[in-house]
């Protein structure tokens, strides 16, 4: 079991999300860099996916009873495991009565913890992903405890790991399809929208990253109509606001493009501020 | 006569349907006919879907070739009588609303406001049998067909951090009923005692698209009574068929 001594900024149970709810309003959720999710799952040669914690900017300090495996991927944050560093993508034997303490991140927005077997969380509407009114607990928060099967194990070799490619995280190409809207932009407009280099802006989060260094392009309103994770919406008022795992299952702004879930992965980790670049490319 | 609608991909593993840019009901029908009979005939391979006034969006699992069920869809599209193959079964469902205090927050300021009295703004809500058009915003929220002119109002300046759930609402000229308690901006009128999203049913949401509501005024005394019974699982919801 692990006890939570700190949550964190805002820490959360993650998984694939909910697919198969969104005709009722159901947002998809689910970890926002889902190849991050995955890795963390095959390192630990899961045989079923299961939910991990994902952290952003300040991460968990966390109090394991038992011994367990666990391993850390995307975003790499300064870890300390009693007190000593511990190694990013890469199984590490977590020995009984540990404290792991997850500081500020280092490269990237949104680190992943999985532990080997899994944790046994509540799940809602076939996911464990939090969510504000649906799955509020899956939240980590002061004193909680979360459940981990797994605690005895004879001779676990873990043969793979992965070296982390740094370059991704400060300049991102976004592989999109034109959108929906995307023909009613004029050719200059359509030229504009894919010549300018972006930059995510602070305000971002699990709905949506919202981009800066916008070329001076508009577009009117829809009548609402179906969105997903990686819908790039232009807004009148000139925004350009692309739609992450927790936004909503329709929208009334102009869809002019639409990232491929690769691209997805990669956005979620592009550092906020003007250092970084974000560029599209029409595929 | 069947409208053809574009087919075409949308991200890595999407499908949009789209019909002309209306809200129009006859529209909407044709498109929940179409989107109910595709879901069914291709279960094996859709995921999830969305529908809204004139589009849906069909999610395939990632093992599915997009570009060949798009010419499925198509091919179905023109084999297909919807009217005929496709029956919805649309049923008006009976909301008991609640339209007195502690609930009615904003009834009076309507009331003031555009200088027509409480029991008109009553009288003119729960009148029209309202199209269900589709579930979005959040779980189980109804966008339902506009309201009468006499009591549109605008959305308030600053939205409340809280509004219970079952709160009905105006904003412009619509209304719609908050599911789960959540931040809104909408004028609050009254309150629903019903379950409009349980998560322990298969299907969560109470409505659904191309289903029609109607508002019937209950007084406090049958809210607390209805509230008990849906609570113990007793109360059934009143229902009719809808004719065109």
């Avoid at chain 1, 190849?35 to 799952?41: G, K, P, S, V, Y």
């Avoid at chain 1, 509540?122 to 996911?127: G, P």
């Avoid at chain 1, 309103?221 to 008022?237: C, D, F, K, Y």
């Avoid at chain 2, 009148?127 to 002119?149: D, M, Q, T």
Wanted: proline share 6%; net charge neutral.
């Amino acid at each position: 079991m692990i006890e939570v001594l700190q949550p964190g900024i805002h820490s959360t149970i993650q998984d694939a999300g909910r697919l198969k709810f969104r005709e009722q309003g159901v947002a998809v959720g689910g970890a926002m860099d889902q190849h991050a999710f995955i890795l963390a799952n095959h390192l630990l040669q899961h045989t079923e996916i299961a939910p991990v914690i994902e952290f952003t900017i300040k991460g968990p300090t966390l109090y394991f009873y038992a011994q367990t495996f666990i391993v850390l991927t995307g975003a790499e944050f300064h870890v300390k495991l009693n007190d000593k560093t511990i190694s990013h993508a890469s199984p590490v034997y977590i020995p009984a009565e540990s404290t792991l303490e997850i500081g500020h991140v280092k490269k990237g927005n949104y680190g992943y913890l999985g532990v080997l077997g899994g944790f046994s969380t509540e799940k809602v509407l076939e996911s464990g992903s939090f969510h504000p009114t649906l799955l509020p607990s899956a939240k980590l928060s002061k004193g909680m405890q979360l459940v981990y099967i797994k605690t005895h194990f004879n001779n676990v070799n873990f043969y793979a790991r992965v070296i982390p490619i740094h370059d991704k995280f400060c300049r991102t190409k976004l592989d999109v399809y034109p959108g929906p809207e995307f023909n009613s932009l004029n050719e200059e407009q359509q030229q504009k929208l894919l010549d300018t280099k972006y930059f995510v802006v602070p305000s971002s989060n699990r709905m949506a990253i919202q981009l800066g260094n916008m070329p001076k392009i508009s577009a009117p309103e829809i009548i609402t109509a179906p969105v997903q994770p990686g819908t790039v919406q232009l807004t009148p008022s000139g925004q350009l606001i692309v739609l992450m795992r927790d936004a909503q299952t329709t929208g009334g702004y102009s869809r002019v493009l639409q990232l491929t879930d690769y691209a997805m992965n990669s956005l979620s980790q592009c550092e906020i501020g003007e250092r970084y670049e974000a560029t599209f490319h029409l595929i | 006569m069947k409208k053809k609608p574009i087919i075409s991909q949308f991200g890595d593993h999407g499908i949009l349907i789209r019909y002309p840019k209306k809200i129009n009901q006859r529209i909407h029908k044709e498109l929940t006919q179409y989107t109910h009979y595709l879901v069914k005939g291709f279960a094996d391979i859709i995921e999830g879907f969305t529908i809204a006034y004139q589009e849906s969006a069909f999610y395939l699992n990632p093992e599915a070739s997009v570009d060949e069920t798009i010419e499925l869809f198509v091919q179905k599209f023109n084999e297909v009588d919807l009217s005929g193959e496709v029956q919805l079964n649309a049923q008006v469902f009976k909301i008991p609303v609640c339209y007195e205090a502690p609930f009615a927050l904003d009834i009076q300021e309507i009331a003031e406001s555009k200088k027509i009295k409480v029991p008109k703004i009553i009288k003119v809500h729960t009148r029209p049998v309202y199209p269900v058009y589709f579930i979005g915003f959040a779980p189980g929220f109804p966008y339902l067909g506009g309201i009468s002119k006499k009591i549109s109002f605008p959305r308030k300046a600053s939205p409340r951090t809280k509004v219970k759930s079952g709160s009905v609402g105006i904003a412009g000229t619509q209304t719609g009923i908050y599911p789960n308690e959540s931040p809104g901006g909408w004028n609050i009128i009254g309150r629903s005692p019903l379950n409009f999203f349980d998560i322990e049913k298969e299907n969560p949401s109470l409505l659904n698209a191309g289903d029609y509501i109607q508002f019937e005024a209950i007084d406090y005394a049958t809210f607390k009574n209805i509230e008990k019974q849906v609570k113990s699982g007793s109360y059934s919801i009143q229902k009719s068929g809808y004719n065109d």
